[in-house]
């Protein structure tokens, strides 16, 4: 094998090596973020907050009322006991139940109103719970197959790197920094020609350099100076 050919293999495995990598850094960068189930969680615990707030001014409406009602009672029992007898303050203590039936009357439509925005929102809730479960168990779908994607990823690059251990030993130590060198300096070392041109920089290239290149030895472009490679 040439030369530019076992360089050229040796950059297509950076190549695939550095995708790999890419895309691994993606899946661990994904892996335990949980962004949505949080967020799904909180604008349930906001719902429930809610809930709890509407739920609190019912009972402490519903205790007005039953005090309400006592007092009404025991005014009622107090006006048809027969005890009072003095019709001033008979008419007096009427008109004070009458205030107070009305202001009971007036608390109980205000509870029913709450009872129905407690309703709404409790109805929220549950639908919020069911959207928080569903989104869990979708996130961890999604996390049960980024593991295997994050797995299946570094045992591919486990053997890239390998294959790479064993392309670089085979490679002459002066031409293997030669290429580590373009390499940085280029970003990719090897450059195909493709009918006289250099793929690497688009020059076309002079027919002794083909030929050197053809050869079999180790030719670099005039121009960019990276490895000639003839497939
Ligand atoms: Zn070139």
């Not at 039936?101 to 929102?121: G, H, N, P, Y």
């Not at 779908?141 to 670089?168: C, F, T």
């Not at 990719?188 to 250099?198: D, L, P």
Request: hydrophobic share 35%; charged share 30%; with cysteine.
């Amino acid at each position: 094998m040439s030369v530019a050919r076992q360089l050229y293999q040796l950059q297509e495995t950076d190549l695939e090596i550095a995708d790999e990598e890419g895309k691994l850094e993606q899946v661990v960068g994904r892996l335990g973020k949980n962004a949505v189930v949080v967020a799904a969680q909180e604008k349930l615990d906001a719902e429930k907050k809610k809930l709890e707030e509407w739920q609190h001014q019912q009972r402490s409406l519903e205790g007005e009322i039953d005090d309400l009602a006592n007092k009404i009672k025991a005014s009622d029992e107090q006006l048809y006991s027969g005890r009072i007898k003095n019709p001033k303050e008979l008419s007096s203590l009427q008109h004070e139940v009458e205030l107070l039936k009305a202001k009971c009357d007036q608390l109980e439509t205000k509870d029913l109103d709450i009872m129905d925005r407690a309703e709404s929102v409790e109805a929220g809730v549950a639908a919020l719970s069911r959207e928080l479960e569903e989104i869990t168990a979708e996130w961890q779908r999604e996390q049960e197959h980024l593991s295997q994607e994050k797995a299946a990823l570094e045992s591919s690059l486990n053997d890239l790197k390998q294959q790479r251990q064993v392309l670089a030993a085979e490679t002459d130590s002066q031409v293997l920094a030669l290429y580590d060198k373009l390499r940085k300096n280029k970003g990719w070392a090897v450059a195909r020609v493709e009918q006289g041109i250099c793929r690497g920089c688009r020059i076309s290239l002079p027919s002794s350099e083909l030929q050197q290149a053809r050869s079999g030895a180790l030719v670099q472009c005039g121009s960019c100076s990276r490895i000639l490679y003839l497939p």
